[in-house]
């Protein structure tokens, strides 16, 4: 079946080129109805209790729509002249100020510190304004209102982050995607016998780029910010080690066979020679489904679709681009400049038990150290921010911020129980202050005193907000804060939603360490069972799963020896899915040629082989993994896409080293066990 469909696309070489031309056309209409999700926290999950309760407060309380604007030097009467301009503004539904909580007339003395301290402090005072749903992003908006207040003023809100992952993304998506094919191109020139090959590879990979793209833009309209900032250059690295197979297959046939019958064969050797090597790399991405962070699903349907698209591209449309130039192109061959490989298969052979005894000491101190790497929950440090919305992020806090809060809803209640959850929160530690029924005094006061501005910020059919500010001095004490609001919430299941970003933090964190191990498990027992049907051997597919374990655990223990700070926590998750999944094939290459080479061959002589001849595909496919992802992480000023990328780099050299000398170590060490375990 495998050769008749080879046959086929050899024979109609020229249509299978027309027939992607079509194939580009289409993705590039599907590519312009993908739309980039910037918002980080829309990919939270939306059964926890925090992130319901922050649904309610963007949808109840308007939240979402809340920008600040920031003055400087201004008095009271020309502060309520830039709020009357704020209030004319196509963009402004209300503002919030002092004036709605005080008389301004009354004397500093006899006026309510702490509604004074959360709107002027110093020579500076601060307008909460709500935006008008115009259909517009809040940062446009933002800035529309900035260039209409005609005086010099700091707008900040929630939509800076999104507004810089944003900005920071498309900066940086060109010269990440140029110096990643530069760096992917000079390692095929140095790895191919033909020049022209390596433009053909980088062109097919963008086809399968285009069409993975525009699929997703029809069936899935959309992709995360994360996934968008390295999926192009990921499926590039990943996915060019097949077309490296198909060309040493197609070179091999060659040279008992003309052109199209050695292309025909090849095809369909390398065709189920590849197909486990695209499956355990599906495998690591789908594994990120289990994250409950919908981040880590959104790349990895992404990318698993990418491996599948990039191994059909390479099995029908490469095939026929080769066919159709290497005759006018031929004339540009050169000699592979990569060296030969003999004295490294001489060398672990030689020492295959120094190596082993040196990886098992290395396993212990990075198993170790994989362990001990922080990590960070915290959105904002897993972006960097420019100078200027930093310094006025900054200002703002330092004013304004006072301390950590979180919002405590309550759903239908009355004023008694409101009043009494108010006095349990009060007991809660590190408690510093609490605006709801008591502390505003309109558990005291007829409502039609209240003011409906302030009464809007307090409740909302059926609902109402308390705001509990924190003065915890370390985590600990804040773990401890958010203990007891989690405990008050308990006891009153369904009727209080504690939330806020610090909450939501407080249980992503808790979540953490669960999908950490949800992810490894699954990505671990879907390749092993892959790497299990490919070998047919039991042991040494343990053999090549725990020698790529252990390159991770090495990947992230040379994080914590370096003293690295904190790195966002989706980056250990994704990595120990994306490495395992991505690198295990350079593994099977070397096994599967070390098992057929030692039908007729003494199992040291097998292993030299093996070594000799699969080490440079597997030192190219490493590289050009390598190449990809350092782009990345030269180029994003994103730290979560930073400190990930810049790991599988890291990831991709030290699997590379691994499978080239601990794993045919161990193979050889186990030869005999193995053996007689499969005779």
Same mark, same amino acid.
């Given at each position: 079946?495998?050769?008749?469909?080879?046959?086929?696309?050899?024979?109609?070489?020229?249509?299978?080129?027309?027939?992607?031309?079509?194939?580009?056309?289409?993705?590039?209409?599907?590519?312009?109805?993908?739309?980039?999700?910037?918002?980080?926290?829309?990919?939270?999950?939306?059964?926890?209790?925090?992130?319901?309760?922050?649904?309610?407060?963007?949808?109840?309380?308007?939240?979402?729509?809340?920008?600040? %604007?920031?003055?400087?030097?201004?008095?009271?009467?020309?502060?309520?002249?830039?709020?009357?301009?704020?209030?004319?503004?196509?963009? %402004?539904?209300?503002?919030?100020?002092?004036?709605?909580?005080?008389?301004?007339?009354?004397?500093?003395?006899?006026?309510?510190?702490?509604?004074?301290?959360?709107?002027?402090?110093?020579?500076?005072?601060?307008?909460?304004?709500?935006?008008?749903?115009?259909?517009r992003k809040p940062s446009q908006q933002a800035e529309a209102i900035k260039a209409g207040l005609g005086v010099d003023a700091r707008i900040v809100g929630d939509f800076l982050y999104n507004q810089e992952i944003e900005r920071l993304s498309n900066s940086a998506k060109s010269s990440m995607l140029i110096i990643a094919v530069v760096v992917i191109l000079l390692v095929l020139v140095l790895a191919l016998t033909q020049p022209a090959y390596s433009i053909l590879f980088l062109v097919s990979a963008g086809i399968a780029i285009l069409i993975n793209f525009g699929l997703t833009g029809f069936f899935r309209g959309q992709m995360s910010f994360m996934t968008s900032s390295v999926a192009a250059a990921l499926q590039l690295a990943v996915t060019m080690d097949y077309a490296i197979f198909l060309l040493h297959r197609y070179e091999e046939e060659k040279k008992t066979l003309p052109s199209l019958k050695a292309m025909a064969k090849s095809i369909?050797?390398?065709?189920?020679?590849?197909?486990?090597?695209?499956?355990?790399?599906?495998?690591?991405?789908?594994?990120?489904?289990?994250?409950?962070?919908?981040?880590?699903?959104?790349?990895?349907?992404?990318?698993?679709?990418?491996?599948?698209?990039?191994?059909?591209?390479?099995?029908?449309?490469?095939?026929?681009?080769?066919?159709?130039?290497? *005759?006018?192109?031929?004339?540009?061959?050169?000699?592979?400049?990569?060296?030969?490989?003999? *004295?490294?298969?001489?060398?672990?052979?030689?020492?295959?038990?120094?190596?082993?005894?040196?990886?098992?000491?290395?396993?212990?101190?990075?198993?170790?150290?994989?362990?001990?790497?922080?990590?960070?929950?915290?959105?904002?440090?897993?972006?960097?921010?420019?100078?200027?919305?930093?310094?006025?992020?900054?200002? %703002?806090?330092?004013?304004?911020?006072?301390?950590?809060?979180?919002?405590?809803?309550?759903?239908?209640?009355?004023?008694?129980?409101?009043?009494?959850?108010?006095?349990?929160?009060?007991? %809660?530690?590190?408690?510093?202050?609490?605006?709801?029924?008591?502390?505003?005094?309109?558990?005291?006061?007829?409502?039609?005193?209240?003011?409906?501005?302030?009464?809007?910020?307090?409740?909302?059919?059926?609902?109402?907000?308390?705001?509990?500010?924190?003065?915890?001095?370390?985590?600990?004490?804040?773990?401890?804060?958010?203990?007891?609001?989690?405990?008050?919430?308990?006891?009153?299941?369904?009727?209080? #939603?504690?939330?806020?970003?610090?909450?939501?933090?407080?249980?992503?964190?808790?979540?953490?360490?669960?999908?950490?191990?949800?992810?490894?498990?699954?990505?671990?027992?879907?390749?092993?069972?892959?790497?299990?049907?490919?070998?047919?051997?039991?042991?040494?597919?343990?053999?090549?799963?725990?020698?790529?374990?252990?390159?991770?655990?090495?990947?992230?223990?040379?994080?914590?020896?370096?003293?690295?700070?904190?790195?966002?926590?989706?980056?250990?998750?994704?990595?120990?899915?994306?490495?395992?999944?991505?690198?295990?094939?350079?593994?099977?290459?070397?096994?599967?040629?070390?098992?057929?080479?030692?039908?007729?061959?003494?199992?040291?002589?097998?292993?030299?082989?093996?070594?000799?001849?699969?080490?440079?595909?597997?030192?190219?496919?490493? #590289?050009?993994?390598?190449?990809?992802?350092?782009?990345?992480?030269?180029?994003?000023?994103?730290?979560?896409?930073?400190?990930?990328?810049?790991?599988?780099?890291?990831?991709? #050299?030290?699997?590379?080293?691994?499978?080239?000398?601990?794993?045919?170590?161990?193979?050889?060490?186990?030869?005999?066990?193995?053996?007689?375990?499969?005779?």
């Open positions: 079946m495998l050769e008749k469909i080879a046959g086929w696309i050899v024979k109609n070489r020229v249509g299978v080129a027309i027939f992607s031309l079509g194939l580009l056309l289409l993705s590039a209409i599907g590519t312009g109805k993908l739309s980039i999700n910037y918002d980080f926290y829309s990919y939270l999950p939306q059964d926890i209790s925090s992130v319901k309760g922050q649904k309610i407060l963007q949808e109840d309380f308007g939240f979402s729509d809340t920008i600040y %604007v920031v003055l400087s030097g201004k008095t009271v009467s020309e502060t309520k002249e830039i709020i009357d301009r704020l209030n004319k503004m196509p963009d %402004v539904a209300e503002t919030f100020w002092y004036s709605d909580l005080e008389d301004v007339k009354v004397p500093e003395d006899f006026a309510s510190k702490e509604a004074r301290e959360k709107f002027l402090l110093g020579e500076d005072t601060l307008v909460q304004v709500t935006l008008a749903p115009t259909g369909a050797k390398t065709s189920t020679a590849v197909l486990s090597s695209g499956l355990t790399t599906m495998a690591g991405f789908l594994a990120l489904l289990f994250m409950s962070i919908k981040m880590g699903g959104d790349m990895g349907i992404v990318m698993a679709q990418g491996v599948f698209v990039g191994f059909i591209v390479t099995l029908t449309i490469l095939p026929a681009l080769i066919l159709i130039i290497e *005759k006018p192109l031929g004339i540009l061959k050169h000699r592979n400049f990569f060296p030969n490989m003999e *004295k490294l298969g001489n060398f672990v052979v030689r020492n295959k038990g120094i190596i082993a005894l040196v990886f098992l000491v290395l396993a212990v101190p990075a198993f170790i150290g994989s362990n001990m790497q922080p990590v960070t929950y915290s959105f904002e440090e897993g972006i960097k921010l420019g100078d200027d919305v930093q310094k006025d992020l900054d200002l %703002v806090m330092e004013k304004f911020g006072g301390g950590h809060t979180v919002s405590v809803l309550l759903l239908g209640m009355d004023e008694n129980q409101r009043l009494g959850i108010e006095e349990e929160l009060s007991k %809660v530690p590190h408690v510093k202050e609490i605006i709801g029924p008591l502390s505003t005094g309109s558990a005291y006061v007829p409502r039609s005193y209240i003011p409906k501005k302030v009464l809007a910020k307090l409740e909302s059919e059926g609902k109402h907000l308390l705001t509990v500010t924190l003065d915890a001095p370390d985590k600990a004490g804040l773990e401890e804060s958010f203990e007891g609001i989690k405990a008050i919430e308990g006891r009153h299941e369904g009727r209080i #939603l504690a939330t806020g970003i610090d909450m939501i933090q407080y249980d992503i964190e808790k979540m953490g360490t669960s999908d950490n191990l949800k992810v490894n498990l699954a990505t671990i027992i879907g390749v092993f069972a892959i790497v299990w049907i490919a070998l047919m051997r039991f042991r040494p597919s343990l053999v090549l799963i725990f020698g790529i374990e252990v390159a991770i655990w090495l990947n992230v223990a040379i994080q914590w020896f370096m003293n690295s700070p904190p790195i966002f926590f989706f980056a250990p998750v994704a990595l120990g899915a994306i490495q395992l999944g991505a690198t295990v094939d350079y593994s099977i290459l070397i096994a599967t040629r070390y098992f057929d080479e030692s039908k007729d061959k003494p199992p040291d002589e097998a292993m030299k082989i093996s070594v000799r001849e699969g080490s440079p595909a597997i030192i190219t496919s490493a #590289l050009t993994l390598f190449g990809a992802c350092a782009a990345i992480s030269v180029t994003s000023q994103i730290s979560m896409v930073k400190d990930l990328s810049m790991m599988l780099a890291r990831g991709a #050299l030290i699997s590379g080293i691994m499978v080239v000398t601990a794993i045919p170590a161990f193979l050889l060490l186990f030869r005999g066990k193995l053996r007689r375990k499969n005779a």
